[in-house]
């Protein structure tokens, strides 16, 4: 004759630990989906406008140009201004004896409305005031002369967290050699 035993207490309690645990170590991954779908929207917008840049280089190589160009027509509107070695740089750098040489702020806004042609995000240039309100990316500038290593424009993904200290996306963009850097970097 068969005996018909049931879970002993010892066995339910060790599965009820197991669950315990998993529920402990799992939970957080699927509770934190929104703070993955802003990084995702973060590395999107980011690998777009790093993509923009080597096509504009492109645009500018295929023109045959060895020097800085006003209003690159190959490229998008039309109205980004090249560095002296093809990359873009901002509207109307070419005026005022500036010969596509300096980086200013102003150039870094221009840089994302113009080569990635989108009105999703909602730009605030870096300063005290920027941290609040609609703002999803904050821009600003570090440097003036294009030619230097240290010169370079940088946008800050703030929509998932607009505290000063906290760390967010950025993106370092270095006109002089058109390279683009994305990290994670604290704000403020």
């Known amino acids: 004759?068969?005996?018909?035993?049931?879970?002993?207490?010892?066995e339910l309690v060790v599965v009820i630990i197991i669950l315990g645990v998993l529920a402990v170590v799992a939970a957080p991954r699927f509770i934190n989906l929104s703070q993955d779908a802003h990084e995702s929207?973060?590395?999107?917008?980011f690998g777009a406008f790093s993509s923009a840049v080597g096509l504009y280089h492109q645009c500018w190589q295929v023109e045959g140009s060895n020097r800085n160009e006003f209003n690159l027509a190959c490229y998008g509107d039309g109205s980004i201004d090249s560095t002296n070695t093809g990359y873009p740089l901002g509207q109307d750098t070419l005026a005022g004896g500036n010969n596509g040489t300096q980086l200013n702020g102003e150039y870094c806004r221009e840089l994302w409305q113009g080569l990635l042609d989108n009105n999703e995000f909602v730009l605030s240039y870096h300063h005290d005031a920027a941290f609040g309100g609609d703002t999803d990316i904050v821009y600003w500038y570090a440097g003036g002369a294009v030619s230097s290593p240290n010169t370079y424009c940088y946008f800050n993904y703030i929509a998932d967290d607009q505290r000063k200290g906290q760390e967010n996306w950025q993106l370092r963009y270095y006109p002089g050699e058109g390279k683009t850097v994305v990290t994670r970097a604290t704000l403020g």
């Open 1 to 10: 004759m068969k005996s018909n035993q049931g879970f002993t207490l010892i």
């Open 41 to 45: 929207v973060a590395k999107a917008a």
